[in-house]
């Protein structure tokens, strides 16, 4: 077992000291509509995004802000530019 217990490998995980995680968490889910998709990638992100700072935190790591930056940035410069009629086709 490592530094911190995640009641059984993080699958029975009920957040602990993080309510804020159990509270966004089902916002991270979509319905399948493109705009949907899009508003939980940005909760996702940013859910993501506090969790990795409060870890790099507490073990004394740097937050990579310079690469979070630019991928914010790409992922705004794509919703900007999506128009109503944008479908997703699949990779």
């Not at 990638?41 to 930056?69: K, N």
């Not at 991928?71 to 705004?76: A, F, I, P």
């Amino acid at each position: 077992m490592g530094l911190y217990d995640t009641w059984h490998d993080g699958r029975l995980w009920n957040g602990g000291r993080y309510p804020r995680v159990l509270e966004e968490l089902p916002r991270a889910f979509a319905h399948y509509d493109q705009d949907d998709i899009w508003r939980v990638l940005l909760v996702t992100m940013d859910l993501f995004r506090w969790l990795v700072r409060e870890t790099a935190e507490r073990l004394g790591y740097l937050y990579p802000t310079l690469s979070d930056g630019q991928t914010t940035g790409l992922v705004g410069r794509l919703l900007s530019a999506k128009t109503p009629t944008d479908t997703y086709k699949g990779a």
